[in-house]
């Protein structure tokens, strides 16, 4: 059974870097047919795609973060990272890292969840 699970700092300044990083047990990041996302809720808000990396390594990013959006892999830790620049208070969210799988089109396994809060 796959698991996953978020790292990263709880509080982030404005302006800086958010970076989180995903590690993943019981199952390879570059097994087909997984594919590997960022998923945010913000406060009060419903769920929010932030981007895909798929087995293969290629990226897909949501076009309204993409300019700010990077999400990485270390194949070798089998972990996958998600860094998003230039953050604002409206980047404050629950993040969560999950495998996707193309045959069910759907998410099938989720991390627990960091929440993580820009502000100064």
């Known amino acids: 059974q796959v698991q996953l699970q978020e790292s990263g700092p709880g509080l982030v300044n404005p302006s800086q870097t958010l970076s989180l990083t995903c590690t993943v047990s019981g199952g390879s990041i570059t097994t087909n047919p997984y594919y590997w996302s960022w998923i945010r809720q913000p406060p009060g808000k419903g769920l929010e795609r932030v981007g895909n990396?798929?087995?293969?390594?290629?990226?897909y990013y949501m076009p309204s973060l993409k300019s700010r959006t990077s999400i990485s892999r270390d194949t070798s830790k089998n972990q996958f990272t998600l860094q998003l620049s230039s953050v604002t208070p409206e980047d404050t969210a629950v993040y969560y890292c999950?495998?996707?799988?193309?045959?069910?089109?759907?998410?099938?396994?989720w991390g627990q969840g960091t929440s993580v809060t820009v502000s100064s």
């Open positions: 990396i798929y087995s293969s390594g290629s990226t």
């Open positions: 999950a495998r996707g799988d193309h045959n069910k089109r759907a998410w099938d396994s």
